[in-house]
């Protein structure tokens, strides 16, 4: 079973910032915090992963919190195609159990 | 573009026949993970290969199997379609099983419908 708990849906204006909340209170110390996302039946795409500190990179930054306990996948200027069911999984190694996510809408 | 290529496209096959799904992971990644998504399960991880060996099962019904080549390809064949079989089919690639973190890269997949 899934090991996070995603929002169902949110909605996001265009060219604002999207955060996108995940709690994972049951995290294990030496699991990661991993963000895929999926457009329209496309294959899923991974976006950011991380452990303890916040990390950014060229799709996104993520924002652990210091308990470890929930985290924040942040898109700084989010754009119509941006649009996609956004999974949080916490996970060790190679096992990734995908939940049901959170579909975002991006509207102009 | 993931890197990751899975042919066929879509299939289109009837109850009772076999299949079987073709991926061919990313240059120089070892690990090839198969998953299946129906409308009603979402992403269910099926069953994950590491250089040519077997890693991990997940829900994989006994009238599926899947391999990995030495070239690493992999194919997923599936026997006794049913219609309850029809889904989304996702390859996944992997650089290596030795790390305690492995971002995993997915094809296109393959839309299978049992008629």
């Known amino acids: 079973d899934a090991k996070t708990t995603q929002p169902p849906s949110m909605d996001c204006a265009e060219g604002r910032a999207a955060n996108l909340p995940c709690n994972h209170s049951t995290i294990s110390g030496n699991e990661y915090v991993y963000w895929y996302r999926q457009i329209h039946s496309q294959g899923p795409q991974y976006i950011i992963h991380?452990?303890?500190n916040n990390e950014t990179n060229e799709m996104a930054s993520l924002i652990i919190t210091e308990d470890r306990k929930s985290s924040t996948l942040i898109l700084p200027h989010a754009t119509l195609r941006d649009t996609a069911v956004y999974y949080c999984?916490?996970?060790?190694?190679?096992?990734?159990?995908f939940g049901a996510g959170t579909i975002l809408r991006v509207k102009s | 573009d993931s890197g990751v290529t899975q042919t066929p496209k879509h299939l289109i096959t009837a109850t009772g026949q076999r299949v079987t799904l073709r991926c061919s992971p990313r240059s120089g990644d070892l690990s090839v993970y198969w998953y299946q998504q129906s409308l009603d399960q979402g992403l269910q991880f099926l069953i994950h290969?590491?250089?040519?060996?077997?890693?991990a099962k997940g829900n994989i019904l006994e009238r599926f199997s899947a391999q990995q080549f030495p070239d690493l390809h992999s194919e997923l064949n599936l026997s006794s379609l049913e219609l309850g079989d029809s889904a989304l089919y996702f390859c996944?690639?992997?650089?290596?099983?030795?790390?305690?973190?492995?971002?995993?890269?997915f094809g296109p997949g393959t839309r299978l419908t049992v008629l």
């Open positions: 996944a690639s992997s650089v290596d099983l030795r790390r305690s973190y492995n971002e995993q890269f």
């Open positions: 999984i916490v996970g060790y190694g190679n096992k990734l159990v």
């Open positions: 991380g452990l303890k």
């Open positions: 290969y590491y250089n040519g060996e077997e890693r």
